[in-house]
């Protein structure tokens, strides 16, 4: 049953990942020209990522919504909601009219179906890593074991840049940009059914089935846990700075500052992201394995000093001009962020006693989505419009890996100690 678990976690969260990916490539390519149309180019590509923004700000509600149900009636549950909230949402965005058709109601649909997304992934990332971890009966594996529904972003990254580039290189560029971005949304509903169809062959996990024959099932579980552990859910949300802030730029704000700067084929970075995938299928595992030896903690630390780092690298390569060199920065991003994204799934949940486990991981998680991963691109846009260099969107990333690396330092490390009984330090 932990295989069986670990890979409807896996699969499950690739697909959700799939979707929301999607919407991120083709934020950058597609909609600006067709939602804002009338507007100057940096002013549309700022209006397409406040959309953007806008399914990151639905985060944290999915978190403490479908966090309370998964608290409640079990993690199998609240896990098959949100794949169905994220697909349908996916799916319906093929059809949003553009500009063209409807004028700014486009725009408010695509918000719309944005904000749903939100709430769906929001309440997805715990489930789906507490289905795996609480199968663990050892603290020797835990964060190997965790690490997998992390696999579930670059594999939904690989398919959704697989899916664009088949169309971009298939079609012509006002095909692609007329009709052409829309087909890679409807085969949404397809990954959604095979999707549930794995969920739904699972059982509940043995840490919630002990909590229910134990009667201690938290009645108002996200709410108690932003009373009981706040701290971890702030220092939760503060480590992933060093993580979600650097991602979204390295694989979303990329498109538009290699096609709007660097006037590179958008063909380029596609392919890029399809590398920068593949090296997170083996790094991500490798990682949360890592963590198992030296400790969460550490791990975390090294991770965050070296993103730091990196951020200087990544717009020094870039703004090379040297396509060889452009290609290397795009990619080798993959193992900076694999270093804190690995041990960053059993790190946060464990931080949480198992009755208020999935709305204290969910929340602490999905707050970071206002604070780094909505925000980054956004505000890298601001940055280079105003200072015309990557440099000041390199400071951005490694002052957030600064935050991150000490928040870190404030954090417990369970990586060496069983957490299926409750936490005598909770109040109960």
């Known amino acids: 049953m932990l295989v069986r678990a670990v890979v409807a976690s896996t699969i499950g969260t690739s697909i959700e990942w799939y979707d929301f990916f999607l919407y991120s490539i083709v934020t950058g390519l597609v ?25 990151f700000a639905a985060r944290p509600i999915g978190a403490y919504i479908f966090g309370h149900y998964g608290d409640r009636i079990g993690r199998k549950g609240a896990l098959i909601a949100t794949l169905l909230l994220m697909g349908i949402a996916t799916f319906l965005v093929a059809f949003v009219p553009g500009y063209n058709q409807i004028g700014i109601w486009g725009a408010i649909i695509l918000t719309f179906l944005r904000v749903v997304q939100g709430i769906g992934v929001g309440g997805e990332w715990g489930g789906s890593v507490l289905l795996a971890m609480e199968w663990t009966k050892t603290f ?63 059982l509940e996990t043995p840490t919630f089935s002990k909590l229910l024959a134990e009667n201690k099932i938290e009645k108002l579980p996200a709410a108690k846990v932003l009373a009981w552990q706040p701290k971890s859910v702030i220092l939760s949300a503060l480590i992933r700075l060093a993580e979600q802030t650097p991602y979204y730029i390295f694989t979303a704000f990329i498109f538009a500052y290699g096609t709007g700067h660097l006037k590179m084929e958008k063909t380029f970075f596609l392919n890029a992201m399809l590398v920068f995938s593949v090296i997170e299928f083996f790094c991500i595992p490798f990682f949360g394995y890592l963590s198992d030896k030296i400790g969460r903690k550490n791990m975390y630390l090294i991770g965050t000093a070296w993103m730091a780092v990196y951020a200087f690298i990544f717009f020094s390569l870039l703004d090379s001009g040297v396509t060889s060199l452009v290609f290397l920065g795009s990619v080798l991003g993959a193992i900076a962020h694999s270093m804190v994204y690995g041990p960053q799934a059993a790190f946060i949940a464990e931080q949480f ?39 000041a969107i390199a400071w951005y990333i490694a002052i957030c890996a600064a935050i991150a690396f000490i928040a870190a330092l404030f954090m417990r490390d369970y990586s060496r100690q069983e957490i299926h009984e409750e936490y005598s330090h909770v109040r109960e």
Not at 170 to 199: E, M
Not at 367 to 381: D, E, F, V
């Open 31 to 55: 909609f600006a020209k067709t939602f804002f149309p009338q507007a100057d180019p940096s002013v549309g590509l700022l209006n397409s990522f406040g959309i953007y923004f806008g399914g």
């Open 140 to 202: 020797g594996h835990r964060g190997f074991i965790a690490s997998w529904p992390q696999f579930g972003v670059p594999v939904g990254s690989f398919l959704a840049n697989l899916a664009v580039l088949g169309f971009a290189y298939g079609l012509t560029g006002n095909q692609f940009l007329a009709w052409g971005w829309r087909i890679p949304f409807l085969f949404s509903g397809i990954l959604v059914i095979i999707g549930l169809w794995i969920r739904l062959g699972i």
């Open 353 to 391: 006693t198992p009755r208020m486990r999935y709305s204290g991981a969910s929340l602490g998680y999905q707050l970071a989505s206002i604070i780094a991963g909505g925000p980054s691109p956004l505000i890298a846009t601001w940055l280079f419009i105003q200072f015309k260099t990557g440099v």
